[in-house]
Antibody
Framework: QVQLVQSGAEVKKPGASVKVSCKASGYTFTSYDICWVRQATGQGLEWMGWMNPISGNTDYAQKFQGRVTMTRNTSISTAYLKLSSLRSEDTAVYYC????????????WGQGTVVTVSS | QSALAQPASVSGSPGQSLTISCTGASSDLGGYNYVSWYQHHPGKAPKLIIYEDSNRPSGISNRFSGSKSDNTASLTVSGLQAEDEANYYCSSYTSSSNVVFGGGTKLTVL
């Protein structure tokens, strides 16, 4: 079936970087944009950015500009999120999601990856 | 980009209908027909229930409906059921080619 499977939980120290993977299956990976959304404990959903899997073109939320990098490996249908200069406020569940319209309709979501930033 | 405005909570009894509002600006919600709504049960992945203001994905109950007027979108849940208890988020495409979410609304079934 159509699904996105994310990598496992991470624990990082402040200032470090984290890279989360998102493997697509059940559909043609290059047919839909992939976005990343996070949710800190007790907070709402926050859009981080998106990537076109064909071109690799990205668009990031202004809040994360300079700290976030979204990439992909089309040969293994996998998208990646890298977040650098981590701080405690980055502790959250990170989700990847497929955009069926290219304009913000996310129909398939990964299971989420917990990233904990703690000294 | 400021988050879209949603009420923090709404509640209703089984069988009732209720509506969740989502207010934005002409640079996002009011300027495009690209509002989506998500149902999010804690510990699970969000679920798309409405897209492009009022379209339901395949498999979503017709008890969920979406509408929009000017800078305010609305999600109506009719025939409220216990399993509808969840957090609901609106989102919109923006003039910056980004996406902005609302702050979320906790729906409680009494």
């Amino acid at each position: 079936q159509v699904q996105l499977v994310q990598s496992g939980a991470e624990v990082k120290k402040p200032g470090a970087s984290v890279k989360v993977s998102c493997k697509a299956s059940g559909y043609t990976f290059t047919s839909y944009d992939i976005c990343w959304v996070r949710q800190a404990t007790g907070q709402g959903l926050e859009w981080m950015g998106w990537m076109n899997p064909i071109s690799g073109n990205t668009d990031y939320a202004q809040k994360f500009q300079g700290r976030v990098t979204m990439t992909r490996n089309t040969s293994i249908s996998t998208a990646y999120l890298k977040l650098s200069s981590l701080r405690s406020e980055d502790t959250a569940v990170y989700y990847c999601a497929r955009d069926i319209t290219g304009l913000g309709a996310f129909d398939i979501w990964g299971q989420g990856t917990v990233v904990t930033v703690s000294s | 980009q400021s988050a879209l405005a949603q009420p923090a909570s709404v509640s209703g009894s089984p069988g009732q209908s209720l509506t969740i509002s989502c207010t934005g600006a002409s640079s996002d919600l009011g300027g495009y027909n690209y509002v989506s709504w998500y149902q999010h049960h804690p510990g699970k992945a969000p679920k798309l229930i409405i897209y492009e203001d009022s379209n339901r994905p395949s498999g979503i109950s017709n008890r969920f409906s979406g509408s929009k007027s000017d800078n305010t979108a609305s999600l109506t849940v009719s025939g409220l059921q216990a399993e509808d208890e969840a957090n609901y988020y609106c989102s919109s495409y923006t003039s910056s080619s980004n996406v902005v979410f609302g702050g979320g609304t906790k729906l409680t079934v009494l």
